[in-house]
């Protein structure tokens, strides 16, 4: 990139994209490679600012409060990246497809977030903010309460259980985990949200327990390869599209208070 200084609205520093005054980072040159430093005076990366980058490494300075919605989507040669303690606010889908992230590094004094095992976690560890190891499996923290928006998504996951005390899976938590076999859900889970395992083409088999009383809309879409559903018997509307083009779904039981499909 490279914006006409007389530009009222945008404007470049090194080949990047930023607004104006240069406290939003828009946008990185998916060709920029090696470590890649945020400058100071940056608050806030912007949505998809990083996506498909060919960068290593990126530092990000303490002047940043703000990581948006999939900032680091799809960087597939990302491996570490440091995270200060002023970041505030992490967006869903941040390291979404960035499948050899493998050095995740949080400043100890942030009073939000922290990182263990690679895997991001609200402060209190109530909340799992984003895991995308290249291991296949994944032990979540007995402390989580919620899997967050887009947490799984895009990752190399085989199997995951997670763990009693788990209430909530947000929208599109595993949407796109093709190599998802198995999963095992809580009996203390009560919501799944909106396209949460969308196009897990690994999942044959799935049981949702009956604490389970809210559902979003496509849970289960694209599922070409689940065979076999238990359905919560709490649940009494089926959402739209949660089983369309689930090719191969032959058996289905519960739902016993089911009134509409």
């Known amino acids: 990139f490279n914006v006409d200084s007389a530009n009222q ?3 470049s520093y090194e080949g990047v994209l930023y607004n104006k005054d240069k406290t939003k980072l828009i946008q990185c040159p998916t060709e920029k490679q090696d470590v890649f430093t945020i400058p100071s005076g940056v608050e806030s990366i912007g949505s998809c600012a990083f996506a498909s980058s060919k960068v290593d490494s990126i530092i990000i300075s303490s002047t940043v409060s703000h990581l948006e919605a999939c900032a680091f989507s799809q960087c597939f040669r990302l491996r570490s990246i440091y995270i200060p303690s002023t970041v505030k606010h992490i967006d869903g889908g941040i390291f ?7 050095n995740i590094v949080i400043d100890s004094l942030n009073p939000n977030y922290m990182a263990e095992d690679n895997i991001v976690y ?3 560890k109530d909340t799992l903010v984003s895991h995308h190891l290249a291991s296949d499996r994944v032990e979540v923290s ?3 309460k919620v899997i967050a928006e887009e947490a799984f998504t895009i990752s190399n996951i085989t199997s995951v259980v997670l763990p009693e005390g788990v209430e909530e899976i947000q929208d599109a938590a595993f949407r796109y985990t093709p190599y998802l076999y198995t999963v095992v ?7 799944i949200g ?4 969308q196009q897990c083409n690994s999942l044959r088999i799935i049981e949702i327990p009956n604490s389970v009383v809210e559902m979003g809309d496509s849970v289960f879409l694209d599922c070409w390869n689940l065979l076999s559903v238990k359905m919560s018997d709490s649940i009494k509307i089926i ?7 689930c090719y191969s779904l ?4 519960g739902g016993a208070s089911v009134e509409r499909i």
């Open 185 to 191: 859900l809580p009996q203390t889970l009560r919501k």
């Open 122 to 124: 609200s402060i209190n």
């Open 250 to 253: 032959s058996t289905y039981i």
């Open 96 to 102: 979404r497809g960035c499948v050899n992230l493998n």
């Open 194 to 197: 909106t396209s949460a395992f």
């Open 142 to 144: 007995p402390t989580v």
């Open 9 to 11: 609205v945008y404007s």
């Open 239 to 245: 959402p739209k599209k949660t089983f369309s083009y």
